[in-house]
Antibody, heavy 122, light 112 residues
Framework: QGQLVQSGSELKKPGASVRVSCKASGYTFTKHAMNWVRQAPGQGPEWMGW????????MYAPGFRGRFVFSLDTSVSTAYLQISSLEAEDTATYYCTRECTSGCALFGFDVWGQGTMVTVSS | DIVMTQSPLSLPVTPGEPASISCRSSQSLLDTTGYNRLDWYLQKPGQPPQLLIYWASNRASGVPDRFSGSGSGTEFTLKISRVEAEDIGIYYCMQGLEGPRTFGQGTKVEIK
């Protein structure tokens, strides 16, 4: 069925960088795109973009170009989100979630990581 | 970007009674293959969102059949035939047709 396990909570100072990991198991990693979703405290989800796990090509939503980088290590079935020059407004829970791209039985974001809380505070 | 508008934003429900949530998109979500690219998610307190319905009317794996999705074009509805206590949380619609994926504002379902 599949599972995504994310790295633990982070507390960072403004201007620092953070890397969130998302390890996949129980399915073929390269047959599902990995999406990233941000949810600020008390707010709804916001789609940040996705990375094609077969080609490694990322696509970013307009508000997430520049300081946000999606990457992969397919040898360990893991996706990464790196955020640089952190700002207080980046304080949020970040989720990875998969979407089938090949040989799909169903569609949508059907498996989610548990979320990684990133707090940016001086 | 496609704007998603949900109503109501708050929905008090009585267990055993039906409930309905509406979602409207700023442009048609019907793709060239005839599918409406509209998904429904439920976020329970302290949990990530979970997929309920994909492509407007298809239940995801393991989703109880009391949940159903309908609609086409720009108007969509999620119905719960008989609400159970475990159904409380925030329901979101999300479009996957084009451009950045966008979510509705969310509908908070609470027990009366």
């Amino acid at each position: 069925q599949g599972q995504l396990v994310q790295s633990g909570s982070e507390l960072k100072k403004p201007g620092a960088s953070v890397r969130v990991s998302c390890k996949a198991s129980g399915y073929t990693f390269t047959k599902h795109a990995m999406n990233w979703v941000r949810q600020a405290p008390g707010q709804g989800p916001e789609w940040m973009g996705w990375i094609n796990t077969y080609t490694g090509i990322p696509m970013y939503a307009p508000g997430f170009r520049g300081r946000f980088v999606f990457s992969l290590d397919t040898s360990v079935s893991t996706a990464y989100l790196q955020i640089s020059s952190l700002e207080a407004e980046d304080t949020a829970t970040y989720y990875c979630t998969r979407e089938c791209t090949s040989g799909c039985a169903l569609f949508g974001f059907d498996v989610w990581g548990q979320g990684t809380m990133v707090t940016v505070s001086s | 970007d496609i704007v998603m508008t949900q109503s109501p934003l708050s929905l008090p429900v009585t267990p055993g009674e039906p409930a309905s949530i509406s979602c409207r998109s700023s442009q048609s979500l019907l793709d060239t293959t005839g599918y409406n690219r509209l998904d429904w998610y439920l976020q329970k307190p302290g949990q990530p969102p979970q997929l309920l319905i994909y492509w407007a009317s298809n239940r995801a794996s393991g989703v109880p059949d009391r949940f159903s999705g309908s609609g086409s074009g720009t108007e969509f509805t999620l119905k719960i035939s008989r609400v159970e206590a475990e159904d409380i949380g925030i329901y979101y619609c999300m479009q996957g047709l084009e451009g950045p994926r966008t979510f509705g504002q969310g509908t908070k379902v609470e027990i009366k």
